[in-house]
Nanobody, 122 residues
């Protein structure tokens, strides 16, 4: 079992930055791929980025490439999402997820956090 708790969301102006954190508990955190998804009302949960359990592989949705960076610290059981040059269209609830394999689909991940709201004002 893996429990995930996100933090770091908030209100920021366009062009600003935020860093989200996802703290995990559970013995197998270091062997799991981790990802961030986001969701706005009325829309499906959207893949943002994912990182392998070693931290050596990561990939991003085109919409955030070059602006967002995912990283992880297995010793601290935490994954991070650094978000720069934020845009109003980045406004969403951001969810942390854990899975066995690195992937970009909702079904690739079996454990989910409760989400943290990010609001970007224009």
């Amino acid at each position: 079992q893996v429990q995930l708790v996100e933090s770091g969301g908030g209100l920021v102006q366009a062009g600003g930055s935020l860093r989200l954190s996802c703290a995990a508990s559970g013995r197998t955190f270091s062997r799991r791929a981790m990802a961030w998804f986001r969701q706005t009302p009325g829309k499906e949960r959207e893949f943002v980025t994912a990182i392998s359990w070693t931290g050596t592989s990561a990939y991003y949705a085109d919409s955030v490439k070059g602006r967002f960076t995912i990283s992880r610290d297995n010793a601290k059981r935490t994954v991070y999402l650094q978000m720069n040059s934020l845009k109003p269209e980045d406004t969403a609830v951001y969810y942390c997820a854990a899975g066995r394999e690195l992937g970009g689909l909702y079904d690739d991940y079996h454990y989910w956090g409760q989400g943290t709201q990010v609001t970007v004002s224009s």
